[in-house]
């Protein structure tokens, strides 16, 4: 199975802060990845698609860009509600796999 | 809008079975793949398998592979997920989830049903 690898695990920051989260996949994977937010007690949210597409509705803060084996993703002017727990997941290959998170605090 | 519901989840000893259902509203099921990912207290989210529009095909994560079971009714709009064996390990929410494609990211979210092995 194909392995993803997320840092940092947490960071902290502050409202308005820019923040970058990278996640690292064992095998190339081409642009075949996606980013969700999860927060406390809520089930997961879509963030970006195939390394770089905002999902409708997401706020254009959010960006994702990378291919093959190393991908970022970064919230610039960080809000309140941004809060959050981020996964980055790889669909190229059965099994789906997921990073190990990283964890957004104040 | 669309909606998965799931249910089933409890309390169940290890060497169980417990059945799992998803029950999918302002779409036809017939139009998406689906798919099941569990979350261990306090843990990150690991997918664990995946169906196609019809039923298909279907695939697994090694560590559920020969003891989890998935299936569907697009007639009845129903996902399921039967689980046989089960150990203290499986203890998660277990979320019912679609995409457009088994190999394509998750568009939907169920809120989650509770699974509980312990003796």
């Known amino acids: 199975a194909i392995q993803l690898t997320q840092s940092p695990p947490s960071l902290s920051a502050s409202v308005r802060d820019s923040v970058t989260i990278t996640c690292r996949a064992s095998h190339g994977i081409n642009s075949a990845l996606a980013w969700y937010q999860q927060k406390p007690g809520e089930s997961p949210r879509l963030l970006i698609f195939d390394a770089s597409t905002l999902e409708g509705g997401v706020p254009s803060r959010f960006s994702g860009s990378g291919s093959g084996t190393h991908f970022t993703l970064t919230i610039s002017s960080l809000q309140p509600e941004d809060f959050a727990t981020y996964y980055c997941?790889?669909?190229?290959?059965?099994?789906?796999?997921f990073g190990g998170g990283t964890k957004v605090e104040i | 809008e669309v909606q998965l519901l799931e249910s089933g989840g409890g309390l169940v000893q290890p060497g169980g079975s417990l059945r799992l259902s998803c029950a999918v509203s302002?779409?036809?099921?017939?139009?998406?793949?689906m798919c099941w990912v569990r979350q261990a207290p306090g843990k990150g989210l690991e997918w664990i398998s995946g169906?196609?529009?019809?039923?298909?095909?279907?695939q697994y994560a090694d560590s559920v592979k020969g003891r989890f079971s998935i299936s569907r009714d697009n007639s009845q709009n129903t996902l399921y997920l039967q689980m046989h064996s089960l150990r203290v390990e499986d203890t998660a929410v277990y979320y019912c989830a679609r995409s457009r494609l088994i190999t394509t990211a998750i568009r939907g979210w169920g809120h989650g049903t509770r699974v509980t092995v312990s003796s």
């Open positions: 169906i196609s529009t019809t039923g298909a095909t279907t």
């Open positions: 302002g779409l036809r099921l017939g139009h998406s793949a």
């Open positions: 997941q790889q669909f190229s290959v059965s099994p789906l796999t």
